[in-house]
């Protein structure tokens, strides 16, 4: 038999208040069963806990004892309920999230499923668009939060992480030859771009002119974007997270030299008032460092392969 909070609860306000009657009165329970919660907690502890004087009822020295713990104990529950009830979150709360295609097939279904552990009262509804539309909603109130490369100066925003561009060729291609891939070679080659923002995350990290992106097909999606590759039409330019979550039969990946990055924001219109949004930026900042190592670990050695397959 385990002692229980209503036990201690007993107690407690039997001590203070001097008689089982007034401490019945408090809890608005019945004499009887403060006096039984009392007495099962002695026989649980092998020793009397309470003696009754001419002024009432008065702990003994072992009660003394035990009261100091069992106010621990019951501020301890007192504080764990206030917890809850100032969480910020009701029975059934839900999260919005708009996100662009590559971090939505990528780290967010991570970052979901580590959220759902910590908050598994709160729902999770995804919306996939371009870095521009990801914002629009966002700013519109359709989405509570946004996960896009591109933070406009009306929106909080934070850096949550950033991922390394690539470039994607076909199999074989003459700008895989030397294993990591400049500006300048991407002037010789037809650019395919995804058709979701990806094009102005290239333009401002590379400094790309209109020398460069004029030689250029529009594809509709990532998937798209690499068949087209696979056709010998172009080659594309993709955020890891993005290659990893895709069909690359027939393709190979490069770095860029220097190595190029796409900054990764979670915008948000009220940014850490809302107690969902800290709660989720908190959850994904805890998994976002170990997403990105096992990412540039996957990529750098299939990068290496490349140069070694371009050499025979």
């Known amino acids: 038999m385990k002692i229980t909070m209503s036990q201690l609860n007993s107690l407690l ?41 001419r002024n009432g009822m008065v702990p003994t020295a072992m009660a003394h004892e035990v009261l100091r713990n069992a106010e621990i104990a019951m501020t301890a529950v007192e504080r764990i309920e206030t917890l809850a009830s100032t969480s910020g979150f009701s029975n059934r709360s839900w999260l919005r999230i708009a996100s662009v295609p590559s971090v939505a097939a990528g780290p967010l279904s991570k970052w979901k499923r580590r959220f759902h552990i910590l908050y598994p009262d709160i729902e999770m509804s995804i919306f996939e668009g371009g870095h521009l539309e990801v914002n629009d909603w966002v700013r519109d109130g359709v989405a509570d939060i946004g996960l896009t490369a591109v933070a406009p100066t009306e929106l909080y925003a934070e850096n949550i992480s950033r991922d390394e561009l690539v470039v994607i060729a076909r199999f074989g291609s003459r700008i895989l030859r030397n294993g990591a891939v400049t500006v300048d070679d991407l002037r010789k080659e037809v650019l395919i771009t995804s058709n979701l923002g990806c094009d102005l995350i290239v333009d401002k990290l590379l400094s790309v002119g209109a020398d460069v992106l004029h030689r250029s097909i529009c594809a509709n999606d990532t998937r798209t974007a690499l068949e087209m590759v696979r056709h010998g039409l172009g080659v594309t330019i993709l955020p ?73």
């Open 240 to 312: 890891k997270i993005a290659v990893l979550a895709a069909d690359t039969i027939g393709l190979r990946m490069a770095n860029f030299t220097p190595r190029a990055y796409r900054p990764l924001y979670c915008v948000s219109v009220s940014g850490h008032t809302s107690s969902i949004i800290k709660a989720f930026i908190d959850a994904t900042k805890t998994e976002v460092d170990i997403a990105l190592e096992v990412s540039m670990a996957a990529t750098d050695s299939q990068a290496a392969n490349v140069k070694s397959l371009s050499a025979t």
């Open 13 to 53: 306000v039997v001590s203070k208040s001097g008689s089982v009657g007034a401490a019945a009165k408090q809890l608005n329970m019945t004499q009887s069963a403060i006096s039984q919660s009392i007495i099962s907690l002695e026989k649980k502890l092998g020793t009397t806990l309470m003696a009754r004087t």
